[in-house]
């Protein structure tokens, strides 16, 4: 890709006193007397994790560690849609170690800024969108919600969902999901512990959100909050910074040496079923 490519737009907007950044696939607004970061993923339809986006929110961690008063990040996609995942085509063999690398940044830097971080989730979160609402400290969702880590069906898998996925909701239910790529609708997903809280739809998740928000994290110290997500995440984190390398050192020298993961990538691109050999 071009350098340009990378070139960040910003159009600053006054709107209610709150601060709108507008990049080139995300938009920042703070609510809350400036104690919220909402990081709204836009990109068309999908709301896909490509290069690009995953580079700009990567720049956004920057921003929030030299703000000592933000109490938390929220993440929401634009539209119908949380996110569709990562992009596919930046999953082929030949970009996969760039990709796979930037991604898991995402995921190493929550954990360093170790500020809370909310999913407010509608329709559609798969694949990598799914791994970005489990490294949040809250899942809501409205009834719309479908969650998925649907990269088997590809030939490949998920690396961050391997790790957090069982520690969210256990072995059992994780591997099951993990291994069959099955969708997770959102009464399923609060009955086996998955999303916190399911709202009638977009509109009541946002207003039940708020109201969480304003009872529960802005009354208390960001300070203490960070120590806080510390504490109640040192096992999450511990396997997390342990694990992970090694699950990105699988995928990047030995899954993507197979036959079978590259077929499926391909398959995917190339709009047909794809033909395993098993190797």
Not at 83 to 102: C, D, R
Not at 221 to 246: C, D, E, H, Q, W
Not at 247 to 256: A, D
Request: with cysteine.
């Amino acid at each position: 890709m071009q350098n340009a490519e990378f070139t960040h737009h910003f159009a600053f907007i006054t709107n209610y006193s709150a601060l709108i950044k507008t990049m080139e696939k995300l938009k920042l607004s703070y609510s809350h007397d400036s104690t919220v970061a909402n990081v709204l993923l836009d990109d068309g339809k999908g709301n896909v994790l490509d290069n690009i986006m995953m580079l700009e929110m990567l720049d956004l961690f920057k921003e929030f560690k030299e703000n000592k008063d933000i109490k938390l990040i929220t993440f929401q996609g634009e539209g119908k849609h949380f996110s569709f995942g990562a992009s596919v085509p930046e999953h082929t063999k030949e970009f996969a170690e760039m990709m796979i690398k930037t991604f898991h940044s995402i995921f190493t830097t929550i954990i360093d800024l170790s500020i809370p971080t909310m999913a407010k989730i509608s329709g559609q979160c798969l694949g990598g969108g799914m791994e970005l609402a489990l490294a949040c400290n809250f899942m809501f969702a409205d009834k719309t919600a479908v969650l998925a880590q649907p990269e088997i069906m590809l030939g490949v898998f998920p690396p961050p969902a391997s790790i957090m996925l069982p520690l969210k909701i256990g072995n059992a239910r994780a591997e099951e999901i993990l291994l069959t790529g099955r969708n997770v609708k959102a009464e399923e997903g609060e009955r086996i512990g998955l999303l916190n809280k399911v709202f009638e739809d977009k509109d009541a998740l946002n207003a039940g959100a708020d109201e969480y928000i304003e009872r529960f994290i802005v009354p208390k110290s960001a300070s203490s909050l960070k120590y806080g997500v510390r504490s109640a995440r040192t096992t999450f984190n511990f396997i997390m910074g342990n694990k992970l390398p090694m699950l990105e050192f699988m995928y990047v020298k030995q899954l993507m040496e197979t036959k079978d993961a590259n077929e499926g990538i391909n398959s995917f691109l190339e709009k047909r079923q794809p033909e395993w050999e098993n190797c």
